[in-house]
């Protein structure tokens, strides 16, 4: 029961906190090039495919790899850059996504244990 309190306080104040001020906000950081962000976000798609739940979000994966073929399509004739960028984004969007899936699927399977152990050891 002091572990559920302790976990519960300790959430409570990780919430309350706002983001730290040194942080770098979207307009300190310089734009990347239409080709080098798809890379990187074709590198973060390769690395999220090959995680052990990544059938739970195939469709998602499949999306945002479709996304990232058109915008290179888009990118190689220099055509719509308006729409290369909402593609980048929208890739960008899901992978934040299923991070944060994966990392939920983390944390529910970390709770289980914590609880199976506090339930053998009362």
């Not at 306080?9 to 309350?16: I, V």
């Not at 195939?58 to 999306?63: H, I, M, Q, V």
């Not at 729409?83 to 934040?96: F, I, M, Q, S, Y």
Request: hydrophobic letters at 45%; proline letters at 6%.
């Amino acid at each position: 029961m002091a572990i559920r309190y302790a976990l519960l306080l300790a959430a409570m104040m990780t919430a309350a906190c706002g983001p730290p001020s040194h942080l770098a906000t979207a307009d300190d950081v310089p734009q990347m090039a239409p080709s080098e962000r798809r890379e990187v976000l074709a590198s973060s798609l390769a690395e999220l495919s090959s995680n052990p739940r990544a059938d739970d979000v195939r469709a998602e994966l499949d999306r945002s790899k479709t996304w990232l073929a058109q915008a290179e399509r888009l990118t190689a004739e220099d055509e719509e850059p308006e729409r290369v960028t909402l593609l980048l984004d929208a890739v960008e969007a899901h992978l934040g996504a299923i991070k944060a899936h994966y990392a939920r699927a983390r944390a529910e399977e970390s709770y289980a244990t914590l609880r199976e152990r506090v339930e053998e050891n009362p």
